[in-house]
């Protein structure tokens, strides 16, 4: 049997085994046979089976070349699924035909990585129900001025409406992890309006939350989104649009960071 295949404690595998849990999943994903499903890290194939029933096809991304065979000889009944054995980080979701939708019991030590290389892929993913360590879950989906709100937090509500569903207890799991886990969805959308240039939009990002705590013309001053000699005229510019210099990064909203890359994207003087 599948679980005879001991856990790899490099790869932060913890196999879900709940299984209200996972019918809680996949009825978060609102599937239907229209759908195409990527799954990533389908382990034991627990998830995986009842994806496939629910969906039109299921593409599972399964690093573990021992779990990759696994699952294709124990679930090899179902024509619609295909087991990819591989690393999700460089699978190329682009060349995927079509929309769809990502659902994934990610593993917690390269969570924030796989986001990152999904929201790359975000013309193509239409939904994306995650599993994450819940400290993670919080931060992605956290507020302005909040403890757990920084820089994933905008950069992941700017491209998707971001919810948390439900906690997940550490019980749910074999082996029990360390901590709890929850799910949250990710609703893919349009780039927000005012945004000309994305990749200009996460530099400003990242360059205001590179000073924690500190206030917001301190974390830009002699970053390289702002020329040395515009650095006074432009701090101007923010206060007249009504954002505050003094202000800290983690008390703007996501409309704010946009409103100040267009000031800055306008007005850079290059």
């Known amino acids: 049997m599948i679980n005879k295949i001991p856990p790899k404690k490099s790869l932060g595998q913890n196999f879900l085994i709940d299984e209200n849990i996972i019918s809680r999943i996949v009825r978060s994903a609102s599937l239907t046979k229209d759908d195409t499903v990527v799954e990533i890290g ?51 979701y682009e060349s995927l035909p079509g929309k769809f939708k990502v659902v994934a019991n990610l593993p917690y030590y390269i969570s924030t990585p796989i986001i990152t290389r999904l929201l790359k892929a975000r013309d193509k993913i239409s ?6 360590q819940k400290e993670v879950a919080a931060r992605l989906t956290a507020s302005p001025g909040g403890r757990d709100y920084g820089y994933m937090s905008v950069m992941v509500q700017f491209h998707a409406e971001a919810g948390m569903l439900f906690l997940v207890p550490k019980q749910a799991f074999t082996p029990v992890p360390k901590v709890d886990s929850a799910v949250v969805r990710l609703d893919l959308r349009d780039v927000p309006e005012g945004v000309s240039d994305p990749v200009f939009f996460e530099k400003v990002v990242g360059a205001s939350f590179s000073k924690k705590r500190k206030m917001l013309k301190n974390s830009l001053k002699n970053s390289d989104v702002i020329p040395p000699d515009r650095f006074d005229f432009l701090m101007e510019r923010f206060f007249a649009s009504g954002i505050d210099p003094s202000r800290r990064a983690e008390t703007l909203s996501l409309s704010e960071f946009v409103l100040m890359t267009k000031i800055l994207f306008e007005n850079r003087g290059l």
Request: aromatic share 2%.
């Open 42 to 92: 389908p382990g034991q194939g627990a998830l995986t089976r009842e994806l496939t029933e629910k969906a039109g096809s299921v593409i599972a991304i399964e690093l573990d070349e021992r779990l990759a065979a696994r699952l294709s000889e124990t679930l090899s009944g179902p024509a619609n699924l295909q087991v990819v054995s591989g690393d999700a980080l460089t699978f190329p």
């Open 127 to 132: 939904s994306m129900i995650l599993m994450l």
